[in-house]
């Protein structure tokens, strides 16, 4: 586990989360449900209230969201090495991921996305690096969602001690 800096997030827990037309809704009908947003600007992470019920899973969701933090923060070298490590799995064609939010980017992923650098490409990786953390560094050790092989899985453990383990993460 990397030790973290960084100045105070808030979290907060809220009912039946939706987004809603890029809107977070809270008991309302309207919208796609999710588990949880961050507003990174305003430092503040919201959960779905259900959460609270199921530590594994609150632990993974939490992680993923704290590391949206992070990928910000993280400075152009070390995304860019993480861009490198995608774009060799994409050609060594391994499927899966480490989470849905991940998982579904992948697989809408075009090759002119990824040539072009753009925002789906863009968010797939930010997703990405969540759900890996979140794999990592949750006290979620098993989910159906982590669907990425073994020898895929080694590499990005690797990745996370060299490239971010060696010093405090800033959130
Ligand atoms: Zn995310």
Known sequence: MPSITGTTIRIEFRPELTSWRGKLLSGDPRGEQIHATSFLRKRLIVLDSELAQDWPELSRIL????????????????????????????????????????????????????????????????????????????????????????????QRMRWFALLLEKRPIQL
Request: glycine content about 4%.
């Open 63 to 154: 992680v993923h969201e704290l590391f949206h933090f992070a990928w910000v923060r993280l400075g152009n070298p070390i995304r860019l090495s993480y861009e490198d490590l995608l774009r060799g799995e994409l050609k060594s064609r391994a499927r899966g991921e480490l989470g849905w939010s991940a998982e579904w980017r992948k697989k809408a992923l075009r090759p002119t996305d990824v040539a072009e650098r753009n925002r789906k490409w863009r968010e797939y990786m930010a997703e990405s690096f969540c759900d890996t953390a979140a794999f990592l560094y949750s006290e979620c050790p098993h989910h159906d969602e982590y669907t990425l092989k073994s020898r895929w899985r080694q």
